[in-house]
């Protein structure tokens, strides 16, 4: 298995909403990532997870909370997000942090927030 | 500064014609580079890379690069371009800081003419 899987591929929330990006690889990778990327822009590190702990939070703000349960699988927690958070999510994962081999992405999840 | 820059946010070629992508990086140390593409609405994957080997690297989809460290270059190339390769491609550099870095350049669009 050489994927990223990502779920849901689209979600539409409202401000007051709580809900959960997922992300799943079978690789052994021990490092995951998640990107938001705007439109006609490159992605924008937010989170790194290395052998399952944080190792670098963006100065995100605290309405996303990231999750990483165990090696092979990856969350990101939202609450009471804003409409400027509409992005493409993306997560990624790689056999270490900033990998010589390069990330395999996952498709994204579109979320909108209205 | 380590930084990666794409000297073109727009390329249009006709079907058929040679492709040129243009990336140049600055980094103290020798840095490890890839080429990933991203088709609209997807997540990205990665063509190609360069760890300090061979300095011609060829990809996947018929795309090559060449690391020219006396210019600071990786122009990713394809000899006939087909509609297909119709997307946005970034150019990545992971340098060493003091611990490793991976920076995304800020992307280039190409489009394919029939």
């Known amino acids: 298995d050489t994927e990223v899987t990502q779920t849901p591929k689209h979600l539409v929330m409202g401000m007051t909403n709580k809900k959960s990006l997922k992300c799943e690889q079978h690789?052994?990778?021990?490092?995951m990532y998640w990107y938001k990327q705007k439109a006609k822009k490159p992605p924008e590190l937010m989170f790194v997870y290395s052998y399952e702990k944080l190792s670098i939070n963006e100065s995100v703000p605290s309405r996303f909370s990231p999750e990483c349960p165990n090696s092979s699988l990856l969350n990101l927690h939202l609450h009471a997000l804003q409409p400027e958070d509409s992005a493409l999510y993306l997560c990624?994962?790689?056999?270490?942090?900033?990998?010589?081999?390069?990330?395999?992405f996952g498709s994204g999840t579109r979320l909108t927030v209205v | 500064a380590q930084s990666v820059t794409q000297l073109d946010s727009h390329v249009s070629v006709s079907e058929g014609t040679p492709v040129l992508l243009r990336c140049n990086y600055s980094s103290s140390y020798s840095p490890s580079l890839f080429w990933y593409v991203q088709h609209p609405n997807k997540g990205l994957q990665l063509l190609l890379k360069?760890?300090?080997?061979?300095?011609l690297v060829k990809g996947i989809n018929g795309f090559e690069a060449e690391f020219k460290k006396s210019e600071t270059s990786f122009h990713l190339t394809k000899p006939s371009a087909h509609m297909s390769d119709a997307a946005e491609y970034f150019c990545v550099v992971r340098v060493n800081t003091g611990g490793f870095k991976t920076i995304f350049g800020a992307g280039t669009r190409l489009f394919v003419k029939a």
């Open positions: 690789m052994g990778h021990r490092a």
């Open positions: 990624a994962s790689s056999q270490v942090r900033d990998s010589n081999y390069g990330y395999t």
């Open positions: 360069y760890t300090s080997a061979a300095t």
